[in-house]
């Protein structure tokens, strides 16, 4: 369950996260603090009560101040175990937000439909928390919960769904600018003396402002690029060797590809494979 189901609700702290992607399909809402998100080539300054949908293999962060309280809740969860569940009901317009905006910004003055939300949330964690193992019956009422929450955000999504057009600073257009340089780039080899000079930018420019905007470096940055197509092309290409994925995306040797992948993943690129075209076969 633990796979298909994530529940948070109003975490409290700060906690050190790289830059990710992963398979589930998120929900995060912010409650209250400092934070600023960058998610693919977009940086948003969240408010409280900003809700971010995503499909998860966007790349993306939560860059928060120190010094702020930081409360946000989180909902991960798998499309596929909620499929069924929505082609019986001719509801999977409900994943759409997901699967064709891939993500978006919801910023909404809706207090109902935010209390709404925030009760589900609620209810959601509770019946996660209560439970040692789920039968049918527990398994039926998340997916019921699921279901309200899709409802509410898949609502919200229509009216109140933005990138934000709002006038932005020179040092977010400049750093917006560099992760949209480095995702259309980032088979080649890179370094940050050849990204500033493509951008008509110092090196020193480039990375002090990457870093402040967004809370680690360019290369990170980069490196997880390359390592979102990697899962990428494990779970489409099953056929694809492993040593043709690892050039096609940059690295530029097998050992290194293989050492970094096990080091942020926890396993081997092949056992993620084997691991996820099973998962694939089983939900079809």
């Not at 109003?10 to 398979?23: A, E, K, L, P, T």
């Not at 020179?170 to 980032?186: F, G, L």
């Not at 942020?264 to 089983?282: D, F, P, Q």
């Amino acid at each position: 369950m633990n796979e298909t189901l994530v529940v948070d609700y109003r975490m409290i702290g700060h906690y050190s996260v790289d830059f990710h992607s992963h398979q589930e399909y998120e929900i995060y809402i912010f409650h209250k603090g400092s934070c600023r998100y960058l998610i693919h080539n977009n940086i948003y300054d969240l408010e409280p009560g900003d809700i971010i949908v995503m499909n998860g293999m966007t790349l993306h962060k939560p860059n928060v101040d120190p010094k702020s309280e930081y409360i946000r809740s989180v909902v991960h969860f798998s499309p596929h175990w909620i499929k069924s569940v929505l082609m019986e009901m001719n509801s999977m317009y409900l994943l759409e937000p997901f699967q064709k905006l891939h993500y978006c910004l919801i910023r909404s003055s809706d207090q109902k439909q935010l209390k709404k939300l925030e009760d589900l949330l609620i209810q959601l964690a509770e019946v996660k928390r209560t439970v040692d193992s789920y039968d049918k019956y527990e398994i039926t009422e998340l997916k019921v919960l699921l279901l309200h929450v899709l409802i509410v955000v898949h609502r919200l999504c229509q009216v109140n769904s933005m990138k934000l057009m709002n006038k932005k600073g020179d040092k977010a257009v400049h750093a917006e600018n560099i992760a949209e340089y480095v995702q259309s780039n980032y088979m080649k080899k890179l370094t940050l003396q050849s990204i500033a000079n493509d951008l008509n930018l110092s090196k020193s420019y480039v990375a002090h402002v990457f870093k402040e905007m967004t809370g680690f470096t360019v290369m990170e940055y980069v490196m997880g690029c390359r390592l979102t197509q990697v899962k990428y092309l494990l779970e489409m290409e099953p056929g694809k060797k492993l040593k043709d994925i690892a050039y096609e995306t940059g690295f530029e040797s097998i050992s290194h590809f293989s050492r970094y992948f096990r080091e942020k993943v926890g396993v081997t690129a092949k056992n993620y494979r084997s691991h996820r075209t099973k998962n694939k076969v089983e939900s079809n």
